[in-house]
């Protein structure tokens, strides 16, 4: 039902393309992200329970028959919070703008803290997590999902241009105070600040395409449509910054396009990890 919700945001031209896309991302990930909440064995009943960076609250919605007395989507941004808003009639969901750097609740308030796809877009200074911390119980949990571009793998290779484009978009992220690499980082930084028990699961996601079988709406063409809809949203950025040219933009899009649809046997793996520490 969710799914079906997310689906049709993602091509309704009433959402504007920062919601259409992470309903599109939220999606397509959903399944996963369901196999790694399940695969943590948290024990959620009666718990207060926060999502910083919510988007449109794909994880809360996850988590809302798990017996929690509270869920709490955090976030910056208000258009987001009320496309989430509006994909809920569940009285445990709550959805809060606000700034993971500064968080309008007391101290020692929740018992689990999600941040998903979050930590690579800010600058990750000791003050977030402080916050973080701040607003946790003692032992409260905290779950950290995120990427490390350098654990995509493709065979064949990817064509030069595209691998050219990533890269590109990676030193954007980087210019903007993020990274693409912030996994393999992460679990130190939660121990400089005094995280314990910290670990970290990677989940791969893996496809095979066989030789011929054309391109169809299956995973792989999906892949291309979320990093197309991720690139869109970012290009005039790209273009401003004087970061890569019009015609390499979209040589590096169709080439990779080409590279999924060709009839060639076709191996896309991507592996982002799970990490987890107590206060
Ligand atoms: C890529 S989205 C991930 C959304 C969601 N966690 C998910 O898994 O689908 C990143 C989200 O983090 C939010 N965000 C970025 N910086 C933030 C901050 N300092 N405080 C709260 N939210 C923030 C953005 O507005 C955006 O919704």
Known sequence: MLCEK????????????HVRFLAFQSYLTSPYLFRQLNSQSLCFDNRIVADIGTGIGILPYLLK?????????????KELLNTANSLTEDKNLYFICANGFNIPVKDSVFDIIFIRYVLQHINLSGDFLIEVKRVMKDDGILVIIDIDDELNLFYPDLPKSSKNLFKIYSEYQKLKGGDRFISRKLPSFLATNGFRDIEAKPYTTTFFKEKDNGFNFSGVSNAFLLIQNELELVKNDLFNERLIGVVEFHKGL??????LNSTDDLFVSKTEFVITGKK
């Not at 028959?65 to 941004?77: H, M, Q, R, V």
């Not at 169709?254 to 590279?259: G, I, P, S, T």
């Open 254 to 259: 169709n080439d990779y396009f080409n590279f």
């Open 65 to 77: 028959d798990k017996n929690a007395e509270k869920i709490i989507g955090i976030d910056t941004d």
């Open 6 to 17: 997310y689906i049709k945001i993602s091509k309704s031209l009433n959402y504007s393309p």
